[in-house]
């Protein structure tokens, strides 16, 4: 069975990310259509190797000529637009944090809780709406699920170092224009960040709160909590840094039951999505550079924090476009395929 597959916001960097991983995992696609705002109607992208899109306005789409439609156009145009998709029978994925905290649509990770798809459908009770989470959250709960099943995390202390491009294609531009600029002793002039990106660290993600956190440190905190488990503690520090594609995190866990460094490394090499590359010599971990164009969760530096009773630390890095992004979306997609789901 194919699919008639819409894909939101199509000219963007998610967008292109989401076209081109579709056809690299060869959905089953009858029919793709390109979307876009007016400004960027008539435009061409790829899909796969050989077709080639012409990018229809959004706002003359009929979602009733969708089955599926993955979405990345930011917030306020996923509220608009997604409930009256999923009216007309079009299951939507979301890659936006509009619907993420909505009790009737459920945030999903295949790897993590893919059971969950079934309640967006508006046959069972739900929009017709699935929600991907934050790229940060995403990676973070593959690697915790088969450490919460086994152990029981109690308790999560995160601190990211996530790229440019998690705040979109301007954002990227702006690293390489300063980067390039700073050679040529041009002066350095913010646009999409509050400071100056290239060869700077901004511990700023996001709005701040009134407690003093930030909106991107909220949402790993109240993500984690709503994909895996309410009962698990979370603080997070979320950092920009002058890396194109590619969030790295440094993570502490505490658990219930004790856990052994073998035992660790030896769950999380079996465990889906995850690539566990650890040695104790020059090399023997993964950066974001290298995580880069690649699926997978990858995993390193796993060692015990003495600090704590059942405590362990590992270094999680990802590919946020991927992951984080157009390939979570991709695989929810998958899943409802391979359940024979429909809208409608």
């Known amino acids: 069975m194919g699919y008639r597959v819409a894909v939101v916001g ?10 081109q991983t579709l056809a690299e995992r060869n959905f089953p696609v009858d029919k793709m259509h390109a979307l876009a705002s007016s400004r960027s109607a008539g435009r061409e992208v790829s899909f796969g190797e050989d077709e080639v899109l012409t ?24 509220k608009e637009v997604a409930p009256r998709a999923g009216e007309a029978g079009c299951l939507v994925i979301d890659n936006s944090s509009a619907f993420r905290m909505d009790e009737d649509v ?44 086994s152990f029981g995390v109690r308790r999560v202390v ?19 224009n300063q980067t390039r600029g700073i050679y040529v002793n041009d002066p350095v002039r913010p646009e999409n960040f509050t400071k100056q990106i290239a060869f700077n660290a901004i511990p700023h993600i996001d709005v701040f709160l009134d407690d003093g956190f930030t909106k991107e440190e909220w949402k790993m905190t109240a993500e984690t909590k709503k994909i895996l488990d309410p009962a698990i503690e979370l603080v997070a520090h979320c950092v920009r840094i002058p890396v194109f594609i590619g969030h790295s995190e440094a993570v502490f866990i ?10 660790v490394r030896e769950l999380l090499r079996e465990s889906p999505g995850i690539s ?5 010599a020059d090399e023997g971990y993964v950066t974001p550079h290298e995580a880069a164009g690649e699926d997978a969760v990858f995993i390193s530096r796993i060692r015990k924090d003495p600090t704590v009773e059942n405590g362990m630390v590992f270094w999680c890095v990802s590919d946020n476009l991927r992951k984080g992004a157009a390939l979570n979306s991709v695989q929810i ?8 789901l429909s809208g409608r």
Not at 108 to 134: F, M
Not at 255 to 261: F, I, L, R, S
Not at 333 to 340: F, Q, S, T
């Open 10 to 19: 199509a000219t963007g960097a998610v967008g292109r990310e989401m076209l």
């Open 55 to 78: 990018v229809t306005a959004l706002d003359k789409f009929d979602f009733g000529e969708a089955d599926i439609a993955l979405f990345s156009a930011g917030g306020a145009t996923a």
């Open 106 to 149: 459920p945030l999903i990770v295949p790897e993590v809780n893919a059971d969950s798809v079934d309640s967006a459908l508006r046959g069972n009770g739900g929009r017709n709406i699935i929600a991907n989470p934050n790229c940060s959250t995403a990676q973070l709960v593959v690697a915790l699920k088969p450490l919460h099943e």
């Open 333 to 340: 997609a998958e899943l409802v395929a391979e359940r024979g």
């Open 254 to 263: 505490e658990t219930d039951k004790p856990m052994t460094e073998s035992g």
């Open 276 to 280: 566990v590359i650890d040695h104790r």
């Open 158 to 176: 995160v601190s990211t170092y996530q790229a440019v491009s998690g705040a979109g294609k301007p954002a990227m531009d702006e690293l390489f």
